[in-house]
């Protein structure tokens, strides 16, 4: 299982090429996989950028604590483009998202292609022990299975909810536009409406409005 760290900041809209430039300047030119890093995907929504950090293990539990080579040359080039988004922020540290709540199937199979998709929506400031609740008692239901789900993690970052959900490709094509038809997805739904909402609810027309838009991956080749 991939060991995944969020990062949320706000971005400059439409910076993302010149963001993911410096990104893939230095992916090339130094080596974040002698650091644990095997993957990261860039991604935007409205003025938030989302940087998704993909490593083989915890770096609490493999001892590979470093920043990413270039951490600070990085950080100077896109300045002018990603700032702190959290009101509280003092330091880096302060932009990585909690973890609150995670979950996998129990027989721990994985299907030979996997699709990833991040949510974003806003949450009320302490229900992070709300919202696990609910999604804890759906995913001891049969709707994971139904939907293909092979993993979730819901982050928060001050008032930002970040939901990472993998599925089994195949699946999650075949769902894709009907999934909103069960009526378990929809209990799911009117049980986190107290807790969440859009990011942006004037702009929200569908549950795609709330999806991040990936503008820049990359994995390690070795």
Not at 71 to 100: H, L
Not at 172 to 188: D, I, S, T, W
Not at 194 to 215: I, L, M, T
Request: aromatic share 10%.
């Amino acid at each position: 299982m991939v060991f995944r760290n969020v990062i949320v900041c706000r971005m400059v809209p439409g910076s993302e090429d010149t963001v993911g430039d410096v990104f893939g300047y230095y992916d090339r030119t130094t080596r974040p996989q002698d650091l644990g890093v095997i993957g990261r995907i860039l991604l935007s929504h409205h003025d938030l950028y989302l940087h998704v950090i993909e490593r083989e293990q915890d770096p609490r539990i493999s001892g590979q604590t470093r920043g990413l080579p270039a951490f600070q040359k990085i950080a100077e080039a896109i300045g002018p483009y990603v700032t702190p988004y959290p009101r509280y922020w003092k330091n880096p540290s302060d932009s990585v998202a909690k973890e609150f709540y995670h979950w996998a199937p129990d027989d721990g199979a994985e299907p030979a292609e996997t699709t990833l998709t991040i949510i974003v929506q806003r949450i009320k400031p302490g229900a992070e022990a709300d919202v696990a609740r609910i999604f804890g008692e759906s995913d001891a239901g049969p709707l994971p299975a139904e939907l293909g789900v092979t993993g979730r993690w819901l982050y928060s970052i001050d008032d930002v909810f970040v939901h990472l959900l993998e599925q089994d490709a195949t699946v999650a094509e075949r769902v894709r536009q009907h999934h909103q038809q069960k009526p378990a997805f929809g209990k799911l739904m009117a049980e986190l409406a107290p807790f969440v909402e859009p990011y942006r609810p004037e702009r929200w027309q569908g549950p795609q409005d709330s999806v991040a838009k990936p503008f820049y991956r990359w994995r390690a080749e070795d």
